[in-house]
């Protein structure tokens, strides 16, 4: 089946590391995002990507950076001057055009980091 | 930028009540709507969409919701609830073609009590 796989489920950081967060789908969607849940704030962008070796800051990139060297990955790095890390971190793709019926975001099951 | 207001914050019923869950943006353009739910400890799932047409679309697991242009607004509604849709449910709003930007609302937690 096709999908989003973001891994580890759980990470740990001890204050001052970067970590970097994977999430590799198969779906053959052009556009990848990272969003960050804390509860009671919803979902917030920090970055997008729609075409591979090209990203947007969302609306909270600080202290945040990706890459996309493949369609298929996405990953992010959390780093040191992310001030505060702690919360769930969502993975979305979405194909780019195509009709309404294709159209949607695909989530992938989330990586809850915690600093400790 | 674009908003997407949510107003219930936490939303207690009993099996059997009818639900409507209240979702309003705040962009005056072309919007593509969403709804999503997160059940405990899963992922993010499409419950519905709307893009464009008939105003009331018709999602998975027997809910609806209803596109109101002129309120700005996309509800979410169930008949009659049970206590499997205890979850968090998000409204969400891109600019349509060409943004593929989604928009989230801060939630809503609804518990269903047997």
């Known amino acids: 089946d096709g999908g989003i796989t973001q891994s580890p489920k759980y990470l740990f950081r001890k204050e001052g590391q970067n970590v970097t967060l994977s999430c590799e789908q198969n779906?053959?969607?052009?556009?990848m995002y990272w969003y960050r849940q804390d509860p009671g704030q919803g979902l917030r962008l920090i970055y997008y990507s729609q075409i591979v070796n090209d990203f947007q800051k969302g609306d909270i990139a600080e202290g945040y950076s990706v890459s996309r060297e493949k369609k298929e990955s996405f990953p992010l790095t959390v780093t040191s001057a992310q001030k505060n890390p702690t919360a769930f971190y969502l993975c979305?793709?979405?194909?780019?055009?195509?009709?309404?019926?294709?159209?949607?975001?695909?989530f992938g099951s989330g990586t809850r980091l915690t600093v400790v | 930028a674009q908003s997407v207001s949510q107003h219930n914050h936490h939303v207690i019923l009993s099996e059997a009540a009818s639900l409507e869950l209240g979702c309003n943006y705040s962009?005056?353009?072309?919007?593509?709507l969403f709804w999503y739910v997160q059940y405990p400890g899963q992922h993010l799932q499409l419950l519905l969409k709307y893009f464009s047409g008939d105003p009331l679309v018709k999602g998975i697991k027997g809910f609806e919701a209803e596109f109101i242009k002129s309120k700005f607004s996309f509800n979410l509604r169930k008949p009659s609830v049970q206590w499997s849709d205890t979850a968090e449910y998000f409204c969400a709003v891109d600019l349509g073609a060409g943004s593929y930007q989604l928009t989230f609302g801060k939630g809503t937690k609804l518990s269903v009590i047997p």
């Open positions: 962009y005056g353009g072309t919007v593509n």
């Open positions: 779906l053959n969607h052009d556009a």
């Open positions: 979305a793709s979405s194909p780019l055009g195509g009709d309404t019926s294709n159209y949607g975001y695909t």
